[in-house]
């Protein structure tokens, strides 16, 4: 765990001394888009147009962040056209690693043993987290982006132009952009972010702050989702992948690990059944790695769990029906 600073590797935690005991996600620093033609997009340079093969994506199966594009390549068909490799779940002194014999867990591009090995590659004098995902362009040798909520958004609809995309598929439509909008903001505070703001508090005030913010807003989605299938419209969107991140490691890890354990997502009706329809949903489950999940956090953040023990449990089963086909 540690950090860039002009492109030397420093071993050292999150501080949130400067900030109370509270825990603050640092932003992206790598905001550039794939466009069609190669035209800029809402923000950095152009210059990245979507082409079959050229692009390359970085996760970890173990972060929710990450996972949004993981997702998104499935349901969009991308796979064929954007590569991944993925990186180890241990993230200990060096942050994310590689691990060249595996085949599972190697850099297919440069053969790097660290993820910040990838990031002073496009910018030697780098400063800053060295985070996961990803998204690399090989002909320009650089990082489009490392802020999973755009790179869901050219996933979207970037590549519609090549062979097999689902170009019918649009989950982030125009006419409910504002209410998607709406759900992602009070998700994201509360909910993405908020159970790490529960689990890397060191003050107990800001933990308990989080807590009451996250059970808050899962009580506030119970209700919404009793006699709607899906968050906003008819169909998935966004809004939902973006929560399904979180709910899919809630009982595995944040209940314990992170402390938010007023109750388990089991213990939620209407959510856990929405968990399961959207787990089901063709080319999903395949993105969710339960034992890279567990391992992840458990061995990885040693100032909350110092043993490095990963519990057995709990028993999990998304395959149960869900009963959710009748709602609209
Ligand atoms: N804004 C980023 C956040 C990504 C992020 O924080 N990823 C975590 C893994 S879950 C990470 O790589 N952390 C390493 C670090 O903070 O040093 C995004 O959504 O893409």
Redesign the pocket.
Known sequence: ???LIEGQWHDQWYDTDKTGGRFE?EK?RFRHWVTPGGSPGPSGQGGFPAESGRYHLYV?M?????HRTLIVRALKGLAPHISVSVVHPD?LEN??EFRPDDERYRDHLHNHRFLHQVYTRAVPDYSG?????VLWDRRRDTIVS????EIIRMFNSAFDGLAGVRSDLDIYPEPLRAEIERINQRVYDTVNNGVYKAGFATVQDQYARAYHALFETLDWLEARLSDRRYLVGRQPTEADWRLFTTLIRFDAVYYSHFKCNRQRLADFPVLSAYLRDLYQTPGVRETVSIGQIKRHYYVSQRTINPTQIVPEGPQLDFEAAHGRETLV
Not at 62 to 66: G, I, T, V
Not at 129 to 133: G, H, K, L
């Open positions: 765990m540690g950090l996600r992206a970890s173990a972060c929710p962040w990450a993230m942050g994310w987290r060295v985070t996961v995902p490392n802020e999973s909520a």
